[in-house]
C-alpha cells in the first residue's frame, strides 16, 4: 500500500474513533449522571436511548450557523478549530496496542501535552471573538485555569519518566510489564501514587470538568465562553470537550495503570491481541470516575482554584520530582 | 435628554445620526473608576440578566466589574409584576387567596394565612383549635418545602447538581400530602378566613410519618454533600458577611438576620395558630455569612419536622372552620398581621372601609427587603460570590415584585 | 477530619444514590395517581336520568374571580330556567374550585382531567352545557361557602357541602 493511502487511512481511522468515542461518551455522561441523580437519562431514541447523540449530531448540523454581527469575523470561526485540532491530533501516539497506534513517535508524552497546550488558546480565542462580556468573562477564566494547571500536569508526569527511561508512551507502557510479589502489578500507580493524584487533579482541571469548570459554569455563565456559538460550531467545541476528557484518560491509563498490559499475561499473545479492548476499558473506567465526580462535588472558585494551582499543587509537585529523583537514584545505585 | 436609566447596554441612547449619548447609569456604578482620571481602565458594566440560570427567577443585577471582583451592584426589579396589590382591590376577601398563592408561590400557605388572620382580625372572628392545627401543619410542611427547595437550588448555585434533585425527592414526597389535602400542588387556597376549607383526608397522617422516618438519612445525606464539603465550606464562609447593624438596618427579617445572631421568630415573637403550644428552637448563626444562613435553614428544616411529630401526636377534635358569612364584610379599619414565612416575616396590611373588597392590600414581602441588602453585601466579591450570596437570601421574585 | 476525606463520603453518597430506584414516572406510560381532591377542569355533574343538576342560579359565575364562565339563561324561576350555553374558558382557568365550594347544589365539580394541552387554542373555550333544562332547585337559598358541614348525606339537593364533595374521603 502507498505511504500516503497508509496515512489517508490511518487519519480517517482517527477521526473515525474521535467521533465514535465522542458519541458513546456524551451518552454515557447522560446515562452516568442520570443515574447518580435518581434520574433515567435518555431512553426513547432507540432501544435504551443509544441513538439519543447521533440525534443531537444531525440535530446540531441542521441549525442555522449565524455569527453575532459584532463577533469577530475570522477568529469567531478559527476558534472551535483550534479547541477540536489539537485534541485529534493528541489521538495520534495513544497506543492501543503494542501494534494499534496511529503514530509511534519518540517523545509521545511531550507530544500529547505540547497538542493539548493549544486549547486554552482556543478558549481565549472563543471567549474574546464572541465580542459578549460573559463569554469574555468564561474565556479569560480558562486562560488563567488551564495555563495554571498545566505545570503540574507535566511535573507530575515526569516521575513516570524516570522510572521508565524513557518519553515513548509504548516503552512506559512496556515498562510496567511483570509482577512484584508475585501478585502486585508493576504498574506505575504504586510507585507514583503522590504523581498520580497530582495527574488526575490537574488533569480534571485541565479538561474543565467539575469540580474545576468555573469557566463554563452552568449556574453562572450559562455556556461561559462558548455562549455565542450554535450548530455544529457548538458541536466541536463540545465534541473536543469529551475527546480532551478520553485523551486524559488514555494519557493517565499509559502512564500509570499499564495501558494495554493484563497484570500477569504480559507475553501472552491472546492478551496481547485483546490489548486494544483492555486498553479501552481501563480508559473507561477512568472516564466513569470522573463524571461520578462531575455528578458530585460543587465548582471551586476561580480565585480559590487558582491559588490551589499556585500555591498548593506547583510546590507539591515540584518537591515529589525532586524526592523521587532521589528515591530513584538511591534505589537504582 | 431623556433619562434612560433604564437600557443599559454599552453605549448610550441614540442622538443623532451615528452618534450615541454618554450612558446614564443607575447610581453608583460608573464605567472608569471614581477618583481616577479619563487614561485609566474601563470597568466592565455587565448584567446579571433577567435571563439568567442562577438568579432565581427574572431579577435583573447590574454589577460593575474590575476583572471578577465586583465594585458596585445594582438590583432592578419588576420583571415579574403582576399588580396583585391592585388586583386584590377587586377581590373579595375569600377570593383574595388566589392572588396571594401566586405572590409567594413557593410558600402559598403562609401567605394565605397571614391574609386570613388580617380579616379575622378585623371581624374578630374566632377560629377553632382543629382550623388552627390543620393550618400549622400544613404551614410547616409548607416551610420544609420550601426549605428543602433553597437547600437544592443553593447547593446548584454552588455547583452541586445531586443536591438538587435529591432535594426534589423530598419535595415530591411533601407536595404529594399537599395536594391530597388541599386540592393543588402549589396554588393551595386552603386558608380561608375562619379556618380552612377541608379536614384532613383518610391515610395522611400515615403519609406523614413515612416520610418522617425516611427524611433524617437524607438530611444527613444533604450534610455530607453540602455542609460537610471541603469546597463548599471555602465557597461559602465569609462570603456575602451582612453583619446584625446592617441587616436590621435594611429591615431584614427571617433566616438571614437570624444567621447574624439576631433572635427574632414571629412565631416566638408573636405567636399565631397555634405555635404558642408547640416546643420548638429558633437556630441562630453568629457569622452572618452564606454558610451561617444556609446552616440555619437546614437546622430549620429539623426543628420543622420536630413540630409536625409533636402535631400529629396529638390530633385535637372540632370543625375545620367557623360559621362565617358568605360574603364577607370587614368593619372600617385596618391592620397589620405578620406570619413567619420561609423567607422572613411576611405581613398583611389590610385597609377595610367596610364593603366586601379590601380598601388596600399591602403585603410586606420579605424577600424584598432581604434583597434590599445585595447592593452592599456583593460590592467586593468575585461573580461567583455574587451568585451564592444571592443565593443563600433565598429570594422568590413572586413576592418581591408582586 | 482529615482535609480530603469529605470529597469519598460525597462520593459514597452519590453511588448509594445510583442503586436506588429512580424517581422518574415516565409519562405517558404510567401516569401518577392523582388524589381525591385534586382540582382540574371543570365538568358537570348529572343526576340518574342524565340531566344536569345545574339550576341556573348562576352563583358560580359571580363567584369566580377572574370571570370566566358565562351563562346564557332564558327563561325565569316560574316557568322553568333553560340554559342555552354554559360557557367555560378553560385557557384561563386557575382552578381555584372557588365556583364549585359556592355552588349550593352541588351540580360541578372540579374533575380529574388534566391533560388538558391542545394546539388548538379554541379547544381552550368549552361549552360544558347547552340548550338543556335547568333543574328546579327546592330551595335556591344563599349558603356560606365555609359553612360547617350538617349531618346530611352529601349531595343532597340543598345540603350545604363546602367544597361541593363528600365527607373527607377516607
Sequence with gaps: MSPLLVIVLRTLAGLGLLLLNGVVLIYMLRKVLAHLHLRIGPNRVGPWGVFQTSMDVVKLLTKEDFRPATADKWLFRLAPLLIFVPSFMAYLVIGFSPTWHFANLDTGVLFVFAVLSFVPIGIMMAGWASNSKWSLIGGMRAAGQQIAYEVPLLLSVLGVVMLAGSLDLKVIVESQAGLWLGFLPKWFILPQFLGF????????????????????????????????????RFGFMFLAEFSNLFVSCAVGTTLFFGGWLLPGLEHNAVALALGPIVFMVKVYLGIFCMMWIRGTLPRIRIDQMLSFAWKALIPLSLAWVVIFAVILKAVRA | MTDDRLRVTSEGPIVAEG?????????GLRRVPRGVDELATEHLIVNMGPQHPSTHGVLHILLELDGETVMAAEASLGYLHRGIEKLAESRRHHQVGTLLDRADYVSGIHTELAYAMAVERLMEIEVPEKAQWLRTLMAEINRIASHVLFVGTFGMDTGSMPTFLYTMREREALVDILEAVTGSRMMFNYVRPGGVTGDLPGGIIEKLETFLSTVDTYLDEYDVLLTDNEIFGPRTKGVGVIDRTTAIAFGMTGAPLRATGMDWDVRKVRPYAAYAQLDFDVPLGSQGDCFDRYVVKTAEIRQSLEMIRQLIAGVPEGEYTAKVPRVLRPPAGEV????????????????????????????????YYNLA???EALAGGLIA??????GSLDIVLGEIDR | MIWGLGFFRAMGVTMRNMFRPTMTVQYPDEHLVIPERARWALAHKFDESGAPKCTACLICERECPDHIIHMTVSGDAASGKHIDEYRYELGACMMCGLCVAACPFDAIEMSHEYELATPDPDKLIRILLRDVDAASGKRAKEVAPVAAREAGAPGEPGAPSADGRGDGDA
Excluded at chain 1, 199 to 210: K, M
Excluded at chain 1, 225 to 232: H, L, P, Q, T, V
Excluded at chain 2, 19 to 27: D, S
Aim: no cysteine; charged share 25%.
Design chain 1, 197 to 232: 493524584w497530582l495527574f488526575a487533579i490537574a488533569a480534571l482541571a485541565e479538561s474543565n470538568q467539575t469540580p474545576f469548570d468555573m469557566s463554563e459554569a452552568e449556574s453562572e455563565l450559562v455556556t461561559g465562553f462558548a455562549n455565542e456559538y450554535s450548530g455544529m
Design chain 2, 19 to 27: 452618534r450615541r449619548e454618554p450612558l446614564l447609569l443607575p447610581r
Design chain 2, 336 to 367: 397589620y398581621t405578620a406570619v413567619e414565612s420561609p423567607r422572613g416575616e411576611l405581613g398583611i396590611h389590610l385597609v377595610s372601609d367596610g364593603s366586601d373588597l379590601p380598601y388596600r392590600m399591602r403585603l410586606r414581602s420579605p424577600a
Design chain 2, 373 to 375: 441588602v445585595v447592593d
Design chain 2, 385 to 390: 460570590d455574587a451568585v451564592v450570596t444571592l
